[in-house]
C-alpha cells in the first residue's frame, strides 16, 4: 500500500499563516470526522497550539459506530489540555454547547478581553458548516468537496467570543499509509488524486473486516467473498456493473461503493478504533497513543 501526499500550495500557505495567528489565540477547536477520529487528526496542531486548551469535535457522529465514538471520546479526552464533544449538523442545539464548553475551558476573562478562538479542521469535514450554525446564519461556505475555505476569515459569535475561521489543510505526508486511504474514503482527499479504484478496494477490504453485516445486507449477499477483488466483482454484480462477456466496470463500482459510504447509505460505521492506533508515533503522522497523560 502506497503512502497518499496531497498537499497543494494553499495549505502550505493556510499553515503559516495558522502558526502566525494562534499566538493570539485562547482556544483551539479541531474538527475531526468521527468516523477516523484519529486519521483526521492533524498532527500539525499538538505543536502550532502549545499549551493552549483544545476542543476536539467530533462531527458527523450520525455517520459514525456510536459505541466505537464512545471509545474514541474517551481516548482523546485522555490527552493533556483536551476536551472532546460528538456532533452532527442535525442537532443544532448540542452544536452550541460548543460554546458553552469552550467558555468554560478558556475561564472567566473581563469584559474589555473578550475570547479569540480558531477552528480548525481536514477538508470536507464539515467545519463550514459547524460555524454557519454557531453564527446562527450563513457567514461561512460550504461544499461537499475539499478544500473550500481558501483564507483565514473572523467570525463574531457573541460579545465575548470571536472565532477565526481557517483553510482545511492536511499534513504533507499522510503516513501510515491506511490513514491516507481512509482518509479519501471519507472525501478529504480529492478523488482525482489518487486512482478512485484503489480507495475502493481498500474501503470494501476494511468493511469486510470491520461490518460483513452491513455488506450483506446493502448488497444483498449471502456470504462475502474472501478476495477483495472477489468481493468488489459480487458488489458489481449487485449494482450492474458487469457489461458484455463478464467484463466488470470497477472503476463504477468504486464510485457507487464510495458515494454510499460517505453518504452513510450502508449505516452507520467506523473505519478505525483506538485499538488502530500504533504504540509508537510517526513523525510526520497523527499523534499515537504515547502522547496521552499518565
Same mark, same amino acid.
Given at each position: 500500500m502506497r503512502s497518499i501526499n496531497w498537499y497543494p500550495g494553499h495549505m502550505n500557505k493556510a499553515r503559516r499563516e495558522i502558526g502566525q495567528a494562534m499566538r493570539k489565540v485562547d482556544l483551539v477547536i479541531e474538527v475531526l470526522d468521527a468516523r477516523i477520529p484519529w486519521s483526521s487528526e492533524n498532527p500539525l496542531v499538538a505543536?502550532?497550539?502549545?499549551?493552549?486548551?483544545?476542543?476536539?469535535?467530533?462531527?458527523?457522529? *450520525?455517520?459514525a459506530d456510536q459505541a466505537v465514538t464512545g471509545h474514541w471520546l474517551t481516548w482523546l479526552e485522555a490527552h493533556r489540555g483536551i476536551r472532546a464533544l460528538d456532533l452532527s449538523r442535525d442537532e443544532p442545539a448540542r452544536v452550541r454547547e460548543v460554546l458553552t464548553l469552550g467558555r468554560a475551558m478558556v475561564g472567566p476573562r473581563p469584559p474589555e478581553k473578550p475570547i479569540h478562538a480558531m477552528i480548525l479542521g481536514i477538508p470536507n469535514?464539515?467545519?463550514?458548516?459547524?460555524?454557519?450554525?454557531?453564527?446562527?446564519?450563513?457567514?461561512?461556505?460550504?461544499?461537499?468537496?475539499?478544500?473550500?475555505?481558501?483564507?483565514?476569515?473572523?467570525?463574531?459569535?457573541?460579545?465575548?467570543?470571536?472565532?477565526? *475561521?481557517?483553510?482545511?489543510?492536511?499534513?504533507?505526508?499522510?503516513?501510515?499509509?491506511e490513514c491516507g486511504y481512509r482518509l479519501a474514503a471519507t472525501g478529504a482527499v480529492r *478523488?482525482?488524486?489518487?486512482?478512485? *479504484?484503489?480507495?475502493?478496494?481498500?474501503?470494501?477490504?476494511?468493511?469486510?473486516?470491520?461490518?460483513p453485516e452491513l455488506l450483506r445486507e446493502r448488497y444483498g449477499l449471502d456470504e462475502l467473498p474472501e478476495e477483495?477483488?472477489?468481493?468488489?466483482?459480487?458488489?458489481?454484480?449487485?449494482?450492474?456493473?458487469?457489461?458484455?462477456?463478464?467484463?466488470?466496470?470497477?472503476?463504477r463500482i468504486s464510485e457507487i461503493l464510495l458515494?454510499?459510504?460517505?453518504?452513510?447509505?450502508?449505516?452507520?460505521?467506523?473505519?478505525e478504533t483506538p485499538a488502530d492506533v500504533p504504540a509508537q508515533p510517526d513523525e510526520e503522522g497523527p499523534s499515537a497513543a504515547s502522547d496521552t497523560a499518565p
Open positions: 505543536g502550532l497550539r502549545g499549551e493552549t486548551p483544545c476542543l476536539k469535535l467530533l462531527h458527523k457522529r *450520525d455517520l469535514v464539515g467545519k463550514s458548516t459547524l460555524i454557519n450554525l454557531l453564527a446562527g446564519r450563513t457567514v461561512a461556505k460550504t461544499a461537499n468537496k475539499p478544500a473550500v475555505t481558501r483564507m483565514q476569515q473572523r467570525v463574531r459569535l457573541a460579545a465575548d467570543l470571536t472565532l477565526i *475561521d481557517t483553510p482545511g489543510f492536511l499534513w504533507p505526508k499522510l503516513s501510515p499509509p *478523488d482525482a488524486v489518487v486512482a478512485l *479504484d484503489e480507495v475502493a478496494f481498500f474501503a470494501a477490504a476494511e468493511l469486510r473486516r470491520r461490518y477483495t477483488t472477489e468481493l468488489m466483482e459480487a458488489l458489481a454484480a449487485r449494482r450492474g456493473c458487469v457489461g458484455r462477456r463478464g467484463m466488470v466496470n470497477y472503476h458515494g454510499e459510504l460517505r453518504r452513510g447509505k450502508l449505516g452507520r460505521l467506523s473505519l
